[in-house]
């Protein structure tokens, strides 16, 4: 296959020492030695062979909404902003949508709901572009999108040349996929999801049924499903236009069924989910809360009042400063639970 242009472009666009901070949702300082906007695809082979980018490390990022800047990237930062989107198939009720990396997320579910199609509206609201999706497997009240996604189109920089990976060829697994293990190897440039015109709701998950119920909706719809989830998330997670946050910082830990049924033993309320044969995936948000940390504040970094699980900067944090919390966050709940904590956000300049 080739890496055909989304949409008409104009040049790739350097610049040196970039400062990234407006970029990122956290808002701290962050600079990158370089960085290159590309919006056409189709010039993205001769981007990567650029000199400066030879030896230097590279940061793939879209709306930075999932990015801690904890020291300066000492390399090149390449943002690919084509946003075409184009229904690739469609055989009456099943319909493929094809959207180019650089599409901001919310916008896109926004558009696949006004064509009448389903299976994205319990994903409304998470900040970010359709590129970071597949690499990190978001996912949301029931629903991830390893579900959703049809294949991903990307250019491998080991075999140096555009690939298109099916779904069960992309390793996805909880908050993870192989573009995120081999983050040096694959540059995301679009994504196929597999949508659908006859609505299969998912309304299981804790708070939808309640939070439809207060909308007065008798028979939901996924765009009043999409309502009811962006209203959920208003009422519990900090606009980050408003304080600098990546949303959920730390995944929800996956442990041994003893070690769940040890943990409910000692604390009956805790939350608890099957997550395979001999597992239980716990909720880092109740261990964070339970270990004494929701609306602690260190200067400017601190952990949000009304969502543990929640970082943020209240205004001049610097990136090492909220990663230092969150290093002291995971080590109490270490101590008092057993249970290891993981970043969801890729943090840069510093290992976890």
């Not at 400062?19 to 290159?36: C, K």
């Not at 949508?195 to 765009?223: D, F, H, N, W």
């Not at 969502?307 to 400063?321: D, K, P, R, Y």
């Not at 109490?332 to 639970?337: D, G, I, P």
Request: glycine letters at 12%; one cysteine or more; proline letters at 6%.
């Amino acid at each position: 296959m080739s890496i055909a242009a989304s949409e008409a472009g104009s040049a790739p666009r350097w610049t040196r020492d970039a400062d990234l901070t407006a970029r990122t949702s956290f808002r701290v300082p962050a600079r990158a030695a370089w960085l290159v906007e590309v919006s056409d695809a189709g010039s993205l082979p001769a981007v990567l062979e650029d000199p400066r980018i030879a030896g230097a490390e590279l940061l793939v990022f879209g709306g930075g909404s999932n990015l801690l800047f904890a020291a300066p990237l000492d390399g090149v930062a390449l943002a690919l902003t084509g946003d075409a989107v184009e229904v690739v198939g469609d055989d009456g009720d099943h319909v493929v949508v094809r959207a180019g990396t650089g599409h901001g997320w919310h916008g896109f579910v926004q558009h696949t709901l006004s064509l009448g199609l389903s299976g994205l509206e319990n994903l409304s609201l998470i900040p970010g572009t359709v590129g970071a999706a597949p690499i990190q497997n978001i996912g949301a009240y029931g629903v991830e999108i390893d579900q959703r996604v049809h294949a991903v189109e990307a250019w491998d920089r080991d075999a140096g040349r555009p690939v298109r990976l099916a779904a069960d060829d992309c390793g996805f697994a909880y908050r993870d996929s192989r573009f995120k293990r081999e983050s040096g190897r694959w540059v995301v440039t679009a994504v196929e999801f597999a949508l659908s015109r006859t609505p299969r709701l998912q309304l299981g998950y804790a708070g939808i049924g309640a939070e439809l119920a207060t909308m007065g909706v008798v028979e939901p719809t996924p765009a009043l499903v999409s309502e009811a989830v962006c209203r959920i998330r208003r009422s519990k997670l900090p606009d980050p236009a408003v304080l600098g946050n990546a949303g959920s910082f730390f995944k929800n830990p996956i442990v041994p069924e003893d070690h769940a049924a040890a943990l409910l033993d000692a604390h009956p309320g805790m939350p608890s989910f099957a997550a395979g044969p001999g597992w239980r995936k716990l909720s880092a948000g109740w261990l964070i809360d339970a270990a004494g940390w929701k609306g602690h504040r260190d200067g400017d970094a601190g952990v949000a009042p009304g969502h543990a699980l929640v970082l943020v900067n209240h205004g001049q944090a610097s990136g090492a400063e909220l990663l230092a919390l969150a290093r002291r966050i995971a080590g109490s709940v270490q101590a008092r639970f057993g249970v290891a904590l993981e970043p969801e956000p890729r943090i840069v300049g510093a290992s976890w």
